[in-house]
């Protein structure tokens, strides 16, 4: 294999072994990472759902580079993640959004820290909002507009550098119902239009199950990958078929809910683990065991 063949074959984010663990109050550790390993390629959209602490967000920011692991490693098209980089585009639930700036120059100003000159930047952030249909709202104050809005100027901000990497904490959590099955759609054709990577994390099963290519399901207390799933009802949106047809399709239901299962057996797992470590909580398995007996 060539040099270029190795490049070409490797995957463009990889997680290998990864743990981390942090200190709570007391100073006992936590670990909200063990032994992780995980490919993201280009055109691949990865999706994490897993119940809160299990270290969605950890990982997120070792992608991201914002934290470094105790142990394995992290790479970025070969190369050891050391920091953040515009490379690797981060947007979060409620994103800082500055509000004292318009939407133009909210999406506009990472092209002004990189000094990009004033006419490229003008063409790129007219494309932009065009992408996430906001152009006729340009001009307007960020407090002006609604949730869903504002999550997709965040989105805009994020794509300006033209990152090879979107890493997405919670970008819908904030949003109604109806709003967030629009931004759905809206971040896969985005995604179907650039064929980025994609990193996004979710608590919503359907949401999960649409939008990814490989589904990840983590379990707490060691944050670990529990499960993986290969799904393609994201390729078939793209390919012309009616998101609400999709997720009303029998195969997409029963996904869902070998998903939920899957979710539910680890929380209980991973509870019947604390549980055995301490003997003051009342616990599921503690239960169970006092239902056994009285039986
Ligand atoms: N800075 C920190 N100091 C101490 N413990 C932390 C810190 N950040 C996270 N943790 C703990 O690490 C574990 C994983 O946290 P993390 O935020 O990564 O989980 P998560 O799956 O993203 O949760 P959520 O879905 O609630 O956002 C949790 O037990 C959390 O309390």
Redesign the pocket.
């Known amino acids: 294999m060539t040099a270029f063949d190795q490049v070409a074959a490797m995957s463009l984010l990889s997680i290998d072994r990864l743990s981390v663990a942090?200190?709570?109050s007391a100073k006992q550790p936590?670990q909200?990472l063990q032994d992780v390993s995980l490919d993201i390629d280009a055109g691949e959209l990865v999706v994490a759902l897993?119940a809160?602490?299990?270290?969605?967000?950890?990982?997120l920011n070792v992608m991201a580079g914002f934290l470094s692991p105790d142990a394995g490693q992290a790479r970025f098209r070969g190369e050891a993640i050391t920091g953040p980089d515009a490379d690797r585009g981060v947007v979060f639930q409620n994103d800082a959004l500055f509000p004292w700036l318009d939407v133009r120059s909210n999406v506009e100003f990472p092209l002004r820290v990189k000094d990009w000159p004033k006419r490229e930047r003008a063409d790129r952030v007219d494309y932009l909002l065009r992408m996430v249909g906001l152009s006729k709202v340009a001009n307007q104050a960020i407090w002006s507009l609604s949730g869903g809005m504002q999550q997709r100027v965040g989105l805009a901000r994020a794509l300006a550098n033209d990152p090879e990497v979107l890493l997405m904490d919670?970008p819908l959590g904030a949003l109604d119902a109806i709003t967030r099955q629009t931004m759905q759609t809206l971040i896969l054709d985005l995604w179907g239009r650039t064929r980025k990577g994609i990193f996004l994390?979710t608590?919503e099963i359907e949401e999960a199950v649409f939008m990814a290519t490989q589904l990840i399901v983590?379990s707490?207390r060691p944050?670990r990958i529990v499960a993986r799933k290969n799904l393609d009802f994201s390729r078939r949106y793209l390919s012309g078929e009616p998101a609400r047809r999709i997720k009303s399709d029998p195969a997409f239901v029963a996904t869902r809910e070998e998903v939920l299962s899957l979710i539910l057996d680890s929380q209980l797992d991973s509870d019947r683990a604390e549980g055995e470590k301490s003997a003051t909580y009342i616990t599921r398995p503690k239960i169970e065991r006092l239902h056994a007996a009285h039986r």
Not at 52 to 59: A, E, P, R
């Open positions: 942090y200190e709570d936590v909200a897993g809160s602490g299990c270290g969605k967000t950890t990982l919670e994390i608590h983590m707490p944050g």
